[in-house]
């Protein structure tokens, strides 16, 4: 992640931990976003419980490596390999869905791993009333047809689109429109 993109989930971070008592947070794709947002909020003494979900065994290792002796993270792997195509092929059904046989509520909920339109879905249904859903390289307009499912989504950067489950008003929704109608353009002259 863009150092920009960093600070945006810091934010977002910081202001559900004032709100939440301790904070409930599940990742689809565990990495250096795991290490650094669970040290985040340790060392600005917000509570958490971070579940993290990770398909590749190599990864797994290394980040499990790292957080290892942290009571309040918890790294699940669920090896689909470490072959792109075969990742791209295999359903990973148990990797999409496990998050909803645990019966819990996630106040932030980061996607950023493989099946990711599969998992902004089921995102949906986990997480908790004034909880946010973020999507991480979310550039790629094949992820785009899970957003209607948010009734308050939002591109906070080029690559990072926040979703929440609030009904909002209608000058939120044309400030949204206009929001993500920015970050399109930008994409779009990015790639020129």
Avoid at 8 to 31: M, N
Avoid at 115 to 137: F, N, Y
Avoid at 147 to 164: E, K, M, N, Q, V
Wanted: net charge positive.
């Amino acid at each position: 992640m863009k150092d920009s993109e960093v600070r945006s989930l810091e934010k977002i971070l910081l202001d559900l931990g004032k709100k939440q008592g301790k904070l409930q947070v599940l990742e689809w794709g565990s990495g250096g976003s795991t290490v650094h947002f669970t040290d985040f909020l340790k060392n600005r003494g917000i509570s958490y419980k971070w579940l993290s979900l990770e398909y590749n065994k190599k990864w797994y290792d290394e980040i499990h490596g790292l957080k290892f002796a942290d009571p309040d993270t918890k790294i699940i792997l669920f090896d689909a390999g470490n072959n792109e195509l075969k990742q791209r092929q295999t359903s990973m059904d148990e990797y999409v869905n496990y998050p909803k046989t645990l019966g819990a509520k996630y106040d932030f909920i980061l996607v950023d791993g493989r099946k990711r339109r599969r998992c902004l879905v089921e995102a949906r249904g986990l997480i908790s009333p004034g909880g946010v859903v973020v999507l991480h390289d979310a550039e790629r307009k094949y992820y785009h047809c899970a957003f209607p499912l948010y009734p308050d989504p939002r591109f906070l950067r080029t690559s990072l689109w926040a979703g929440r489950i609030q009904p909002v008003g209608i000058w939120r929704k044309v400030f949204n429109a206009i929001i993500n109608q920015f970050y399109f353009k930008v994409h779009k002259a990015r790639k020129l």
